[in-house]
T-cell receptor, first 111, second 116 residues
Framework: DAKTTQPNSMESNEEEPVHLPCNHS???????IHWYRQLPSQGPEYVIH???SNVNNRMASLAIAEDRKSSTLILHRATLRDAAVYYC????????????FGQGTILTVHP | GAGVSQSPSNKVTEKGKDVELRCDPI?????LYWYRQRLGQGLEFLIY????????KSGLPSDRFSAERTGESVSTLTIQRTQQEDSAVYLC??????????????FGPGTRLTVL
């Protein structure tokens, strides 16, 4: 399965932007990059996904490097509710969207 | 609208017993996935269902694990002769339309299984 690499943990202050990096150097040309987050004691929640172009939605922005070997999830103004484990996923390997979750990045948001 | 629901929310069982976990996907979602999450770990894929197609069982860890799905509705994950290493949170997800690499998966809250 395709692999991604993320820092184990990051910290931010409330109302500041957060940039969560992800390396996916083995990604193939047709693999989508997905981001999910998991709040304590809950199932994962979809955040955003992209293929080549940068993407924005109400939750976050996704900046994808031109060579697609890395991407960055951007939370424009962190809130305490954004404290979670963030998973970057290379949705490759199958045609049907099997997600292979790594360890993720634990984001701590300080008031 | 209603999200993915799972039952029970918690299950404690004795080693060697069989357990059955249930998942109700979002109405109209044809693709359904089961994942397992051990304490402090990421999710492991277990099985994928899409309509009446043969499921992808490649993630099931042993023949003690099996899953069924009735059409495009409820799915049950059965673990026979449970072992302590089966202790984990079991998560179910569904997607609208068929499973695709770009589809958003909607997850249920999970069933926490503890094998004593």
């Amino acid at each position: 399965d395709a692999k991604t690499t993320q820092p184990n943990s990051m910290e931010s202050n409330e109302e500041e932007p957060v940039h969560l990096p992800c390396n996916h150097s083995t990604i193939s040309g047709t693999d989508y990059i997905h981001w999910y987050r998991q709040l304590p004691s809950q199932g994962p929640e979809y955040v955003i996904h992209g293929l080549t172009s940068n993407v924005n939605n109400r939750m976050a922005s996704l900046a994808i490097a031109e060579d697609r070997k890395s991407s960055t999830l951007i939370l424009h103004r962190a809130t305490l509710r954004d404290a979670a484990v963030y998973y970057c996923i290379d949705a490759g390997g199958t045609s049907y969207g099997k997600l292979t979750f790594g360890q993720g990045t634990i984001l701590t948001v300080h008031p | 609208g209603a999200g993915v629901s799972q039952s029970p929310s918690n299950k404690v069982t004795e080693k060697g017993k069989d357990v059955e976990l249930r998942c109700d996907p979002i109405s109209g979602h044809t693709a359904l996935y089961w994942y397992r999450q051990r304490l402090g770990q990421g999710l492991e894929f277990l099985i994928y269902f899409q309509g009446n197609s043969a499921p992808d069982k490649s993630g099931l860890p042993s023949d003690r694990f099996s899953a069924e799905r009735t059409g495009e509705s409820v799915s049950t994950l059965t673990i026979q002769r449970t072992q302590q290493e089966d202790s984990a949170v079991y998560l179910c997800a569904s997607t609208r339309g068929g499973g695709r690499r770009y589809n958003e998966q909607f997850f249920g809250p999970g069933t926490r299984l503890t094998v004593l």
